[in-house]
C-alpha cells in the first residue's frame, strides 16, 4: 500500500511541479501582454476565415435584372451566329447618325444603341433584350434592300422596335419563373445549372423565328407611332410609306411570306394610323 | 495717407474694403481650383490615349492583323487583358497583347481596368461552359456592331 502511495506521488510530483513553474510565471506572462497577443491573433485568424468565405459566396453572385439581359442577349446571338449570319463584310450604311439624327429629331436625346447588320431573311428586324438604357437593334440587309428603304424608313423602322422593347414585350415573354427568382441572389451551395440559361434562349428562339407579337401589341405600338409622329406629317408620311411597302413586299415575296406571323399585319397598321374615310 | 474707416485697406491710390477684397480672394481661388479641375480631367481624358498599359473592356474581343473588323484575327481576348498599346491611329489602336501584335478598336480599350462580368459573377458564366468557337465568335461580335448615340439638342 505504501509501495503504490509512493508510486502515484512520485508520478504526480512533476505534475503538481510544473502546474507551480507556470502559476509562478503565470503573473509575469499576463504582465507582458501575451495572452492578449494571443486572443488578438486568434481574432485576426477568425476575420481573416470570414473573408475568405465572403469573397468565395461572392462569387456565387448572380447579376440583377439590370445586367442579365445583354448578357443573355449576346449569349443569344453567338449561339445563333450561323443562322442568321451577323459576322460579314459590309459597307457604312450611315445607319447610326441617320437613326442619331431622327431620335434627336423626336427629341430623344442622350440615347446610346447598336445596331448589328444580318445577312438572312430569317430575320427581318428585332430590337433584342439590353441592359438598363442600352439598345441592341437586329436589321436584315436583305430586307431593307428588297424595298429600297430610305435612311427615314429604316430609322422609322428601328423605332417601332424601341418601343417594342421598352414596352417589355420581348422580356416578359422571355423571362422564366427560375430566373426571375434568382436574379440579384446568390446560389452559394445550391443547385443550379445551365439549363436555366438554355430555357431562357429556348423562349429567345420561339419569339424571333416563330411567335413574334400579338394584334394587341402591334395596335399598342402602332398608335404610340402614330401619336409621336402625327407632330411631323414628313415623318408620318414616311412611316405610311415603310408600312405599304413592307405590305407590297409580304405580298409578293416567298421568303417574306411569315412576316406577318412576327409582326401582324402590316395591312391592319395602315388602317390604324389612317384618318377614318369620311361617308359622302 | 489719408484717414479711412476701420473696415478699408489702403492700396495705392484705392480704396478697397476688407469685404470686397476677401470676395476677390476667393474667386481668385474658386477660379484656380476649377482651372486645375479642367487640367486634370483633360490630362486624364489625354492618358486614355496615350501609349502604354491599358485594359480591354469587353466581355471578348478580336485582335486584328490589320485596321479593320473584317481584317484577319490574330488572337481573342477577354475582359481585363492588359494591353500595351503601341500608339492610337484614328479608331484603332495598336497593340501588342502576349506575343501578338495587331489592332483592336480604340472605343474597347480603357486607360483602367473596367468592371468585368465574368469577374464579378464567375460561378454563374462558368455555367455557360463556353466552347472555343463559341469564345471566338463572342470575341468577332463587338467589332460588327454599329454604334451610335443620340445628342443633347
Known amino acids: 500500500m505504501i509501495k503504490f502511495v509512493l508510486l502515484v506521488f512520485f508520478l504526480i510530483k512533476p505534475i503538481i511541479a510544473a502546474e507551480n513553474k507556470f502559476e509562478n510565471i503565470k503573473s509575469i506572462l499576463k504582465n507582458d501582454g501575451l495572452d492578449a497577443l494571443a486572443d488578438q491573433k486568434k481574432t485576426e485568424e477568425e476575420k481573416t476565415k470570414s473573408a475568405t468565405l465572403q469573397k468565395t459566396i461572392q462569387r456565387y453572385n448572380v447579376p440583377d435584372k439590370n445586367q442579365i439581359w445583354s448578357f443573355i442577349s449576346e449569349y443569344w446571338l453567338v449561339r445563333n451566329s450561323p443562322v442568321i449570319r451577323w459576322d460579314f463584310e459590309k459597307p457604312d450604311y450611315g445607319i447610326d447618325s441617320s437613326f442619331a439624327t431622327f431620335l434627336e429629331k423626336i427629341n430623344i436625346p442622350e440615347k446610346k444603341f447598336k445596331i448589328l447588320l444580318v445577312n438572312t431573311t430569317a430575320i427581318t428586324h428585332f430590337a433584342l433584350p439590353s441592359n438598363k438604357d442600352d439598345l441592341l437593334f437586329l436589321l436584315s440587309v436583305p430586307f431593307i434592300k428588297s424595298m429600297d428603304l430610305s435612311k427615314t424608313e429604316i430609322s422609322l423602322l428601328l423605332y417601332e422596335d424601341m418601343l417594342r422593347v421598352q414596352n417589355d414585350y420581348f422580356t416578359e415573354f422571355a423571362k422564366t419563373k427560375e430566373l426571375e427568382d434568382l436574379l440579384g441572389s446568390n446560389f452559394h451551395q445550391k443547385k443550379l445549372g445551365k439549363s436555366i440559361i438554355d430555357e431562357v434562349i429556348k423562349k429567345y428562339d420561339k419569339i424571333i423565328f416563330d411567335k413574334g407579337f400579338s394584334f394587341q401589341q402591334q395596335f399598342q405600338v402602332t398608335t404610340e407611332m402614330a401619336k409621336i409622329l402625327k407632330q411631323d406629317p414628313v415623318l408620318m408620311a414616311s412611316y405610311q410609306k415603310l408600312l405599304e411597302k413592307i405590305r407590297d413586299l409580304i405580298q409578293s415575296q416567298e421568303e417574306y411570306k411569315l412576316y406577318s406571323k412576327i409582326y401582324p399585319s402590316p395591312e391592319m397598321q395602315l388602317k390604324w394610323i389612317l384618318p377614318p374615310k369620311k361617308l359622302l | ?153
Open chain 2, 1 to 153: 495717407m489719408s484717414q479711412l474707416g476701420n473696415n478699408s485697406i489702403q492700396m495705392e491710390g484705392v480704396k478697397m474694403p476688407k469685404v470686397t477684397l476677401a470676395i476677390t480672394f476667393l474667386l481668385l481661388i474658386s477660379v484656380s481650383i476649377t482651372a486645375a479641375d479642367e487640367i486634370i480631367e483633360s490630362k486624364q481624358a489625354e492618358a486614355k490615349y496615350l501609349p502604354g498599359i491599358h485594359y480591354y473592356n469587353q466581355m471578348y474581343g478580336t485582335v486584328h492583323l490589320q485596321k479593320g473588323s473584317d481584317a484577319e484575327t490574330v488572337t481573342t481576348i477577354s475582359c481585363g487583358q492588359p494591353l500595351r498599346v503601341i500608339e492610337f491611329e484614328k479608331e484603332w489602336g495598336n497593340v501588342k497583347v502576349g506575343p501578338y501584335t495587331g489592332f483592336i478598336k480604340k472605343e474597347y480599350i480603357s486607360a483602367k481596368k473596367t468592371p468585368c462580368f465574368q469577374d464579378d459573377y464567375p460561378k454563374f458564366f462558368n455555367l455557360l461552359n463556353l466552347e472555343l468557337s463559341e469564345i471566338y465568335h463572342w470575341g468577332r461580335l463587338y467589332d460588327q456592331y454599329i454604334i451610335g448615340k443620340s445628342r443633347i439638342k
